[in-house]
């Protein structure tokens, strides 16, 4: 799991709680308190501690079996490569577009499967990334890398928080699904969910043969 915020806190609890082998959160942030409204494994006295450290308590105090691995830093570049080829799951719970494309080209040479989610105001987006197969469809497919994105963070533009819970519990639904080959993954569809209408949309995404990180281009 790269990203300890407010889509990590949710999905790493869900995760632990439900027994998962092994968890390894990257994060290289500390608790502040304006974290507290939605990154739900922090209480008030672990504001300045790492977030890692703080997350490794919490859920380990839930479930003392799991075995939580602390990474306080930033995953990137090809920091990536060895936790994700180490993984049966990625899980991307970051909230900038650098760290994505990142993290989708280690999932992509390393050939795990990704769980990404999104969630900014009151929209939210849901995506899984079955790289094992070989018509599955890339990050990059979706968002090229060459392609201008504006960057948008929640720390500067604020996000529901209930939204996140939503999208981070569904990140850790997709992934037991996926280590536990149950139903049909979301490879392939793009969920998006407009909190104020309180609305689901669904959209195919296919591989781009083009793509400069998994096709040809
Ligand atoms: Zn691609």
């Known amino acids: 799991m790269v990203g300890a915020g407010g889509l ?8 632990a709680a439900a ?51 602390s990474m306080e830093r930033k995953l990137e570049g090809e920091d990536l490569l060895a936790p994700v080829a180490a993984a049966d799951v990625v899980l991307d719970c970051t909230d900038n577009f650098a760290t994505r494309k ?14 990404s ?12 990334f079955d790289l094992r197969e ?4 890339c990050y990059a497919c979706l968002f090229p890398e060459e392609g ?3 960057e948008v963070q929640c720390s500067q533009m604020g ?8 999208i981070g519990a569904l ?15 979301l490879s392939g569809r793009l969920v998006v969910f407009d909190a104020k209408s309180a609305e689901w949309r669904s959209v195919r995404v296919a591989k781009d043969p083009g793509c400069s990180v998994c096709g040809g281009g």
């Open 8 to 15: 990590g806190c949710p999905a790493a609890l869900y995760l």
């Open 134 to 137: 070989d018509d599955a469809p």
């Open 159 to 166: 996000v529901f928080a209930p939204l996140t819970g939503v």
């Open 117 to 128: 989610g999104a969630a900014i105001r009151f929209d939210a987006q849901l995506m899984v």
């Open 171 to 185: 990140q850790a639904m997709e992934a037991l699904k996926l280590l536990a080959g149950i139903g049909e993954s």
């Open 148 to 150: 201008e994105v504006e």
């Open 102 to 115: 990142a993290i989708n080209r280690a999932c992509v040479k390393a050939r795990r499967p990704l769980v």
């Open 19 to 69: 027994g998962i082998g092994r968890l390894t959160i990257a994060d290289a942030d500390k608790v502040d308190l304006t974290n507290l409204q939605r990154q739900i494994l922090y209480r008030a006295d672990v504001v300045g501690e790492a977030k890692v450290t703080a997350a490794r308590a919490t859920l380990s105090a839930v479930n003392p079996d799991v075995v939580v691995v």
